[in-house]
């Protein structure tokens, strides 16, 4: 305590204050603008997807299987769920989103081994300053995790199994953090069976084998709650043969950036393969990490080809996983002799760290400026638009939502606690199943009867969200939906849609595809 007291009192310890103040406003300040973009932000059916799964269940125990064909762990849902349970309020979806965000970059900020400007360009970079903070999804628990297993990673002789949990608890963030959590597990096997071979005792080996127990066993758990069954109309993932899987991973192997164009900000297909082939080449001062960055990387782009697109929230787990595996290499890298090849390798781990990677985060800047201003200038769904319009109407404070397209709906139990019909399906609910039991074709007049039929029986209104506009301008009398599905239409049922609705509310130009127009029946 002494020794301690008369650090703070020295020198050094004027500048170890110094730097600790600084740090904490530079993070303070990001949290603060985190959360006034998260004010203006309009909650998208995919951030209150989530939520709505996690408070399904009955029970805790119960939400994996309320998962079924979510294609998702279960940890994000749990952490919904236990926040809920706690506040009994919407507001923990965005407060545990920030909540992780921020301890994400507080663990990046002040235990990652990069230069401060470096730091400070990934604090202004799109995925946490608004894909993994502000957008309430699953992967900003996956920045946590990444940035806890490199910063754990020196310890991991003494701690072995806290990192297991570690690297458990990240396989069940997603899907594509369950395969990077893998190749992590094979750079631990080769550092301290492979390479440590001459210290490996039995209590050491002991401790090794629970923690990589505990370690597949989250991975497996993630796997089983992620595999969708075969009545799902999301993927394709039964109908994969070798040969699909093989050619994925060939095409991927040959242009490495083919599938990451949203992080590159849609740079030359040539361009994102040099600088993923440059930034392996940077970490070849530890090969074996060069080779599992490489292998994350084809397995990644292997699964936005054959299983599921990509979008940049998906993408970006690659820039998580290179960053721990910089991170980690230059913790590791003063143990490495500095002589013959790992010399010139070193020197070329220097380089790319301070060219290529800034480069790439730099571009995470631009990204993130213009996500930001779009968020801010545009509202991102029309839900809150809705929500208001309901509040001000009194007769429709208790009316029956009905949307179509059905899933544009599933933002709105954020703001109002009306009842969800969902004509597909014929179900009170407050998300869309994707399953082959939806009807694949609705049309207008199908459309109609359900109101009409819905209004007698439960007597009360219905708000009928219509998302496809102009019907009668269209060339087509077809709008082709995601994942098979299809509203079709005639002149007839068109005209008579017309004679039986009033058009009370339309709420339009948006960000994305969250807009309406608001039916009402005669």
């Known amino acids: 305590m002494n020794a301690w007291i008369r650090y703070l009192g020295s020198a050094d310890g004027f500048v170890g204050r110094r730097r600790t103040a600084a740090s904490l406003t530079i993070l303070l300040l990001w949290l603060a603008g985190i959360i006034l973009v998260s004010c203006r932000h309009e909650f998208w059916r995919d951030e209150v997807r989530a939520l709505s799964l996690a408070l399904e269940p009955a029970w805790f125990w119960q939400v994996p299987a309320a998962l079924r064909n979510e294609g998702h762990p279960v940890l994000w849902y749990w952490m919904l769920r236990a926040a809920h349970v706690v506040f009994r309020t919407p507001l923990v979806l965005p407060i545990v989103s920030i909540a992780v965000a921020f301890a994400g970059v507080l663990v990046f900020f002040r235990y990652s081994p990069f230069p401060l400007w470096q730091k400070l360009l990934f604090l202004a970079g799109v995925l946490p300053s608004y894909q993994y903070s502000v957008m309430c999804r699953n992967y900003g628990i996956s920045m946590l995790l990444f940035f806890s297993f490199a910063a754990l990673y020196p310890r991991r002789r003494e701690q072995p199994l806290l990192l297991g949990v570690v690297t458990a608890a990240l396989a069940n963030t997603n899907a594509h953090a369950c395969l990077l959590s893998g190749l992590l597990c094979g750079l631990w096997f080769w550092d301290d069976v492979v390479a440590g071979w001459g210290a490996l005792d039995r209590r050491r080996a002991l401790l090794l084998a629970g923690a990589w127990a505990v370690a597949a066993s989250g991975i497996v758990g993630a796997v089983a709650t992620c595999l969708p069954g075969e009545e799902t109309i999301v993927t394709k993932v039964h109908a994969l043969t070798t040969s699909d899987v093989v050619a994925a991973l060939g095409e991927n192997a040959r242009h490495p950036g083919w599938r990451f164009g949203q992080m590159f900000d849609d740079q030359p297909v040539w361009l994102r393969d040099g600088m993923l082939w440059l930034l392996a080449a940077g970490l070849l001062a530890h090969g074996p990490a060069a080779l599992l960055f ?30 721990t595996l910089y991170w980690i290499v230059r913790q590791e890298a003063p143990r490495a002799p500095e002589t013959g090849a790992k010399r010139w390798f070193g020197l070329l781990h220097k380089c790319v760290l301070f060219l290529p990677l800034t480069a790439l985060l730099a571009v995470q800047v631009k990204l993130a400026f213009v996500a930001v201003r779009d968020d801010v200038r ?57 399953t082959s039991a939806s009807r694949k074709d609705l049309s207008l007049h199908d459309l109609l009867v359900c109101v009409r039929e819905l209004q007698d029986r439960e007597r009360a209104a219905v708000l009928l969200a219509l998302g496809h506009m102009n019907l009668a301008g269209r060339k087509t009398r077809e709008v082709e939906l995601f994942y098979g599905r299809a509203f079709t239409w005639s002149p007839e049922e068109l005209a008579e849609f017309r004679s039986a609705t009033i ?5 339009t130009s948006v960000l994305t595809d969250e807009e309406y127009e608001i039916y009402v029946l005669r």
Not at 294 to 308: D, E, K, R
Not at 503 to 507: I, T
């Open 378 to 434: 545009r509202s991102r769904s029309s839900s809150r638009a809705f929500a208001e319009f309901i509040a001000q109407h009194a007769g429709y404070r208790d009316a029956i939502l009905v949307g179509e397209p059905d899933s544009r709906l599933e933002s709105m139990p954020y703001y109002v606690d009306n009842r969800i019909y969902i004509p597909r399906e014929g179900v009170f609910r407050r998300f869309v199943q994707f």
């Open 294 to 323: 490489l292998a994350g990387n084809i397995l990644l782009g292997a699964f936005f080809s054959a299983v599921y697109g990509s979008a940049l929230r998906h993408e970006g787990l690659l820039l998580l996983y290179l960053l």
């Open 503 to 507: 058009k009370v509310a339309e709420f």
